[in-house]
Each structure stands twice: as structure tokens, then as C-alpha cells.
């Protein structure tokens, strides 16, 4: 009898103790930043509003059967509460959901549009706590803060410069202009040719070879469809339009010169003043940026247009696998203990997606994921060894297109149906957006589950449509496993 009350007590103290771990454990994490990571056109601002919304209108409207807390309806819903940093500007979701609404447009609802510069959002999710100890401390009700941002995807792949220096990404640029992208860059190399590292050049002659460049970097993106183009302020200044320091260019052929050779040019000798104004960009303009936003997030998940890549074809798809490639390096990965957590921010959970699933037929998801899951073998092989949980998704955030079947000669085929943006608005946004809209049911191709080899670009078109969104009033949109993807980034948080 009293070894058996001393063991109750024994196992008593040993729950408390662990609940009471547990409860600082979550106390310290009830607080989360959330990393929403893509390249321009993955998905970000599309994902966040349909996050925001998903959970605002749990319980409600909103289908997340994937989110255990949600299924059990305790997930209460969440609010938007005044974020930590006022410097900067509020995330535009009541203009994401306006042009959702189509309230606003003669042809119905629009895409929110291409983001242009950085915003934030502070989430406050409310649930009720299962476990006992947390139920009493928080009166049946607890909060789970979420930090967002969101910001131009063409200022992402600026966050690996902070570890070049100029011959360094000169040395890739001239890599990466071999491979598919010579087309566009004509005019820029016509203005280069004859220069050498140590050429003299004044102010204006390097502001028009650099206009140049920033147009061949514009046409390889739309034109090309490819996405590693850095600097990103070219692509989208914002204030530092004209300014000096977007005044610069890789300069090819640095491989024939020694290091020492180089640091021997005088200041103002052509090598030193472009690597210069390099330095410059990148610690004035990226590293502030990559330590105001990037350096402290608890959670990732990180978007990529698999479609839109496969679509672009074979050069622009290697280019989307390199630049995610180096992307991971920008983060901070690993599991953090109770008291390291306090000192030091680390991704501990990691989410990987590819985004518009609702492009294809159901039964291509799986392909997908496989084909998303090959383009990143590399990253994900180190992030592996370093114990990182991760997932992959197929995701769709605002789900534009359903799922049908035809029958063909007694024969059923997958298919969607779904309005088609009109001709001229391709997949962002324009004034045109809406003009021409077409219903449609079709098929629109196999995604391959390998990467695809030479003979598979040269026999095989991919042609996924571009879909007008769904009319959003109101409501949580449709959507594909967002509700999977929240229960892991969230799920172990609303507990
Ligand atoms: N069908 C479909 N299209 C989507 C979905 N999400 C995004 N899109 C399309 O992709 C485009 C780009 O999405 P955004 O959310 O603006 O992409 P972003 O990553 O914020 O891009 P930037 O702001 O330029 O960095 C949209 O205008 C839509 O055309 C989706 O879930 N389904
Ligand atoms: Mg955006």
C-alpha cells in the first residue's frame, strides 16, 4: 500500500514536472515568426492572405479537416493585432481581398497584386489548450501570436551575396549567361566589350552600361522565364531608384587576373570601382535587409512554381534548381533547446511546397511532390543530415479550378474546369486582368516525377493555364492542404 502510494506520487510528480516543462516550453514558444520564402511569382502574398483567412474563419466557413485543432473546434479563429516593428508598412490584406472580392472590376475577381515592397502582419490565434495544466493557467482560452512578412521575391536571391564578393558573383554571372540566357544580354555585352578591369570609365558611361544590365536582367525574367537574376533592386528599386549604388555590373573575364593583380588597380580603375559600389549594395542594402527580416525566424516554409518552371522550359528549370540551391544557405537551421531558444532564433521546422496545385489534375499531386522533392535533392540532403524536421507539400493556397471527370468513349478522364485569365494578363497582374475570360474544361497535361532529361523537353510541351481566381466575399477561400500545411507549422503550437 505505501510503495504504491509512493510510486503514484513518484509518477504524480514526474507528470507535474513534465506538464510544467511542457507549459515552459510552450509559454516560451507561444510566439512564433513565421519565414514565407519564395522566389517572384511563387505564391507568397497568395499564401498569406489565404493563411490569414483560413484561420480567421475557423469554425466558421473555412475547411481545414487536416488541422486537428480545427477538427476538434478548438482552433477559435484569430485576429490581426498591431504589429511589433510600426516602421513598417501593414501587409495590404483588405486590398488582397478587395480584388479578390471582384467588387472592384467590371470582369470579376483579381490576383492581389505583385508585391513592391516589405510589409508585416501580427496574427493572434485563439484555441483551447488540451493539456490540464495549460487549461488551468489560461482559463480555457490560449493565444498563439504569429509573427509574417511579406516582401518582393526579386529581393530574396540577394540574400546569398552576403557571401560573395564581386569576382566571386561576377564569376556566376558569367556561368549563368552561358547557359540558355546570351539571347537577352546582346546590348549589355556589345557595352562591356573592350573593357577591362583596368579600363578608366566615368560616372555616366557606368550608369548606362548598368541600365543595360538591369535590362537584360528584365527580359531574361519575362522574356526567359528564368529567376536567378541578382542584384534584385535592379529588377525593383523601390527608393533607390537612380541611386549610385544600383550603378554597377559583373565584369566577365576576371578568372585571367590574379587576385593580387587585381588589388594592385588603382581606385579608379574599372575593377575597383564596380567592386566598390558591390560592397557597397551589400551592406547597405542587403544586410540591413537580411537583419532587420531574415535572421530570426522559428519557422519556414518555403514556396516554388514548379509548374511555372516547367512551363519556362529546360534552361530556366536548372536555373530555378541552383537558385533555391543556394538560398537554403541563407537561413539558420536546427533544433533548439529551452534556454539556447532564448539567445538565438532557429528554423526548427521547415515546410517545403509546391504551390498552384489546383494547375493540374489530382492525380498529377503526387508527381508534383516528387518532381519538387528531386529539384531540391541537394539542399534537402544537407538539411536531412542536419536533422531538420521537413515536409513537402502540394499545395494550393486559393484554389481556382475543380477537379472533374469526362467521358470519352466509356472511358473517364481527370480534368478541370475553370475560367482562364484573359489573354493579355498571364500570370500577374495587369490593367488588362479580365478582359476575354473563358470557361474551360481540359486536360492540362502530366507533370513528370523525375527531372525531366533532354529527350523529355524535346518531345513534351507543358502548357499549364493561367486560372482567374475564385470569387472570395467574405470567406475563407478553397483551397488544396493549406489546412496540412498549417498543422505542421502550427499544429505542435496549438496544443
Ligand atoms: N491557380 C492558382 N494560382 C496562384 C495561386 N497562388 C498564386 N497564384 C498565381 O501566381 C501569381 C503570383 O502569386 P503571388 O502570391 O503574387 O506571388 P508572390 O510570391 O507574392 O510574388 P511577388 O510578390 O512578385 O514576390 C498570382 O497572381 C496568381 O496568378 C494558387 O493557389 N492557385
Ligand atoms: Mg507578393
Known amino acids: 500500500m505505501f510503495n504504491t502510494m509512493t510510486r503514484n506520487a513518484r509518477q504524480l510528480a514526474r507528470d507535474v514536472g513534465r506538464e510544467a516543462h511542457d507549459l515552459l516550453e510552450r509559454g516560451l514558444d507561444r510566439q512564433l515568426r513565421l519565414a514565407v520564402t519564395g522566389l517572384s511569382g511563387a505564391g507568397k502574398t497568395a499564401f498569406l492572405v489565404s493563411l490569414i483567412e483560413q484561420l480567421r474563419h475557423a469554425g466558421l466557413g473555412a475547411r ?56 508585416e502582419l501580427r496574427l493572434k490565434i485563439g484555441f483551447r489548450p488540451t493539456s490540464r495544466a495549460a487549461r488551468m493557467l489560461d482559463s480555457q482560452r490560449a493565444t498563439l501570436t504569429l509573427d509574417l512578412i511579406d516582401y518582393p521575391g526579386e529581393w530574396l536571391l540577394d540574400l546569398p551575396m552576403l557571401e560573395q564578393d564581386f569576382s566571386g558573383w561576377s564569376s556566376e554571372c558569367e556561368t549563368q549567361l552561358a547557359d540558355g540566357r546570351g ?31 538591369t535590362d537584360y536582367l528584365h527580359a531574361a525574367r519575362r522574356k526567359g522565364g528564368f529567376v536567378d537574376l541578382t542584384p534584385g533592386r535592379f529588377l ?45 549594395y551589400r551592406r547597405r542594402v542587403v544586410r540591413p535587409f537580411y537583419h532587420d527580416h531574415f535572421r530570426r525566424f522559428d519557422r519556414q516554409i518555403v514556396l516554388i512554381d514548379v509548374l511555372g518552371a516547367l512551363n519556362a522550359g529546360p534552361a530556366p528549370f536548372r536555373d530555378l534548381s541552383r537558385a533555391l540551391d543556394k538560398l537554403f544557405d541563407s537561413f539558420a ?65 486559393i484554389r481556382a479550378s475543380e477537379a472533374r471527370e469526362v467521358v470519352e468513349n466509356g472511358q473517364r478522364h481527370p480534368a478541370l474546369a475553370g475560367q482562364l ?4 494578363e498571364g500570370a500577374s497582374n495587369s490593367d488588362t486582368q479580365g478582359a476575354g475570360r473563358e470557361s474551360v474544361l481540359l486536360f492540362p497535361g ?25 470569387k472570395i466575399d467574405g470567406n475563407a477561400p478553397p483551397h488544396i492542404r493549406m489546412d496540412a500545411v498549417l498543422d505542421w507549422l502550427l499544429g505542435d503550437h496549438l496544443k
Open 333 to 397: 537551421y536546427g533544433r533548439r533547446h529551452l534556454l539556447a531558444r532564448l539567445m538565438d532564433r532557429r528554423i526548427d521546422r521547415l515546410a517545403i511546397a509546391a504551390t498552384k496545385a489546383d494547375h493540374v489534375t489530382p492525380e498529377q499531386h503526387g508527381a508534383m511532390r516528387d518532381l519538387l522533392e528531386q529539384l531540391l535533392a541537394d539542399p534537402l540532403k544537407r538539411l536531412r543530415y542536419r536533422d531538420v524536421p521537413l515536409k513537402a507539400f502540394t499545395i494550393a493556397a
Open 183 to 213: 539571347d537577352w544580354a546582346h546590348d549589355w555585352m556589345a557595352a562591356i566589350e573592350g573593357l577591362t578591369p583596368d579600363s578608366e570609365v566615368d560616372e555616366d558611361r557606368l550608369a548606362e552600361i548598368a541600365s543595360l544590365y
Open 421 to 424: 485569365l484573359g489573354e493579355h
Open 236 to 280: 525593383l528599386p523601390g527608393e533607390l531608384d537612380e541611386a549610385p549604388v544600383l550603378q554597377f555590373f559583373p565584369l566577365p573575364g576576371l578568372g585571367d587576373w590574379t587576385p593580387d593583380a587585381l588589388a594592385a588597380l588603382p581606385e579608379a580603375s574599372l575593377y575597383r570601382t564596380l567592386a566598390r559600389r558591390f560592397d557597397h
Open 446 to 470: 502530366e507533370v513528370p516525377s523525375r527531372l525531366p532529361d533532354p529527350n523529355f523537353w524535346a518531345e513534351s510541351r507543358f502548357d499549364f493555364p493561367h486560372f482567374a481566381p475564385p
Open 64 to 119: 481545414l479537416e487536416l488541422l486537428p485543432a480545427a477538427r476538434d473546434g478548438r482552433l477559435l479563429g484569430a485576429e490581426r493585432v498591431s504589429q511589433p516593428d510600426l516602421s513598417i508598412p501593414r501587409f495590404p490584406l483588405e486590398a488582397g481581398l478587395r480584388s479578390l472580392s471582384g467588387q472592384h472590376s467590371p470582369h470579376g475577381p483579381e490576383w492581389p497584386t505583385p508585391t513592391r515592397s516589405i510589409s
